[in-house]
């Protein structure tokens, strides 16, 4: 079955830098790599998603880039401000007939004022 | 539209005491999940519906937990003979078929003493 790996397991910058969190994942046809936010307390939310016939998407402050070929995507947070501060999951599916995600293990973000 | 709805938001029992968590779904939605997530961790898949086919029970991690859905609408799950690690946050996730975006409601707190 698909493995995903999420890296790193904490993430502390300043406000106003940029954060990358980065994932692999093994299953060669996964083909949607989405990002979930979950602030404390709270249940995780979509935050941006990407297919496999896109290298990248961006969506205002945030953006996901993914490498079919090394089987890796990220996700970029640019201009970073104190409501970034989550935990952020990333997560892949192969979409044949199965809508099934495997998630990573999460990021924990925190922006430093 | 309403999203994705369960209840109750917090459960207090006793170990060894039977528990039910009820799901209600994104109406239309016929693809279902459930996860937990311990404290400070990750989700851990469970259990998923889709449709009519047989649910996937890849990830029960014992068989005192069992789910159940009626159609495509409510699920409930059971655990059985609590113990103290089943405490942790069940979510259950909604989406529609064919399509992964998965939608959270805001789970169930659950604690064995």
């Known amino acids: 079955g698909e493995n995903v790996e999420q890296h790193p397991s904490t993430l502390s910058v300043q406000e106003g830098d940029s954060a990358v969190i980065k994932c692999t994942y093994s299953?060669?046809?996964?083909?949607?790599f989405p990002w979930y936010k979950q602030e404390l307390g709270k249940r995780p939310q979509l935050i941006i998603d990407?297919?496999?016939?896109?290298g990248e998407k961006k969506d205002q402050r945030i953006a996901v880039t993914l490498n079919k070929t090394a089987k890796h995507f990220s996700l970029h947070i640019t201009e970073t401000q104190p409501e970034d501060s989550a935990v952020y999951f990333c997560?892949?599916?192969?979409?044949?007939?199965?809508?099934?995600?495997?998630f990573g293990t999460g990021t924990r973000l925190t922006i430093i004022p | 539209g309403a999203g994705v709805s369960q209840s109750p938001s917090n459960k207090v029992t006793e170990k060894g005491k039977d528990v039910e968590l009820r799901c209600d779904p994104i109406?239309?939605?016929?693809?279902l999940y459930w996860y937990r997530q311990r404290l400070g961790q990750g989700l851990e898949f469970l259990i998923y519906?889709?449709?009519?086919?047989?649910?996937?029970k890849s990830g029960l991690p014992s068989d005192r937990f069992s789910a159940e859905r009626t159609g495509e609408s409510v699920s409930t799950l059971t655990i059985q003979r609590t113990q103290q690690e089943d405490s942790a946050v069940y979510l259950c996730?909604?989406?529609?078929?064919?399509?992964?975006?998965?939608?959270f409601g805001p789970g169930t707190r659950l604690l064995v003493l």
């Open positions: 996730a909604s989406s529609l078929a064919g399509i992964e975006t998965q939608y």
């Open positions: 299953d060669s046809a996964s083909n949607y």
């Open positions: 990407i297919r496999s016939n896109v």
């Open positions: 997560a892949a599916s192969t979409n044949f007939g199965n809508e099934k995600l495997t």
């Open positions: 109406s239309g939605h016929t693809a």
């Open positions: 519906f889709q449709g009519n086919s047989a649910p996937d």
